[in-house]
């Protein structure tokens, strides 16, 4: 077998379908958020992200930046060694802390990223509990999918959000069976949130573990930032929160929270917490730092919700296809991974509007889209600039308009 050619013959039928992905090059820019310096191919221009999951810019806020350099020049570089091998700084164990209480419970759980959180937890309870059956959400997000493969248990798919059918799986499985429902809260492709409520209800009902996906919602919704359940009253309910640093947090790293033994149990048993290096102590220093500060300023949040809103009445005003979004994500259909592409490309270049197309398999085919997440930092001027700019590609690609 020739098996660079067959790299590239993969990579070349990507390439045909307009699939293939073209990273924007940036330099992000600490103090002028959402603003960055794109290398080209002829230089580099200033263009506006419209795409982050740095929800709420604190990436760059001074509090978080002052704290990572602090612990930065207090500890060093590295972490040195995984949790259990001199890698336990005390910065991981007060961030731990700090998440348990966000959460209103026991024990919290950090790992490096909320992708390796996922697949670890999932996958070490579903391995470990005798006949477990994981009952999964449909468009549960691939670290989730990952975690239930590895698990080998059993699983059953619901269809989205769909409660009816949710039911139907919990009835077919028995009483008697261990089972966990995994979800999210917040889908970031659609904006749409699920009946968590309800979810609760039937795991109650057919004594189903409850395991929640929150990476989209920790730091953006409820009083203090503890996702849609902390806004719903409903963080008791939930067996396992699971939740990244790095999106609404602007740092990096991931989360559980549940009880004392459900986090030991991972800690002891879970392959990708045991046997990689922990963060880097100013990583754990600047989320800590980060949780702290978002937990007390609501108002943040406030305006996150503002600007979202604004943004999606404005482009539907303008007659841009904007998705049916309950929360902060403003996606807009294309329909289309070329003109999706070509859409992305001509707002890059011509308008400095930096927006990421979203193509198979993040989503499927057919629903190709542009997805914006407004921050408290995209001011009415970047607004004014994005929805004129929209408005000129449509028509120049001749996209479809709202319905
Ligand atoms: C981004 C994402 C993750 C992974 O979190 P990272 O901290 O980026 O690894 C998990 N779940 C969902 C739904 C996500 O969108």
Redesign the pocket.
Known sequence: MNYDQFFADKVAALKAEGNYRVFADLEREAGNFPTAKNYQANGTANITVWCS?DYLGMGQNPVVMNAMHEALDKCGAGAGGTRNISGTNHYHVLLEQELAELHKKEAGLIFT??????LTALSTIGQMMPDCVIISDAL?????IAGIKHSRSDKLIFKHNDLEDLEAKLKGVGPDRPKMIAF?S???MDGDIAPIKEICDLADKYNALTFI?E??AVGLYGEHGGGVAERDNLMDRLDII?G????GFGV???YIAGTESMCDFVRSFGDGFIFSSSMPPAVAAGALASVKYVKEHNELREKHQERAATLKKRLTDAGIPVMPSETHIVPVMVGDPVLCKQASDELLFNYSVYVQPINYPTVPRGTERLRFTPTPLHNDELMDHLVDSLVKVWSQLGLKQAA
């Open positions: 999951n990223s909320g992708y390796v959180a996922n549960n997000h691939n670290s989730m999210e917040v889908y970031s996906d990476v989209h699971q990244t640093l790095a999106k990096v790293g991931g």
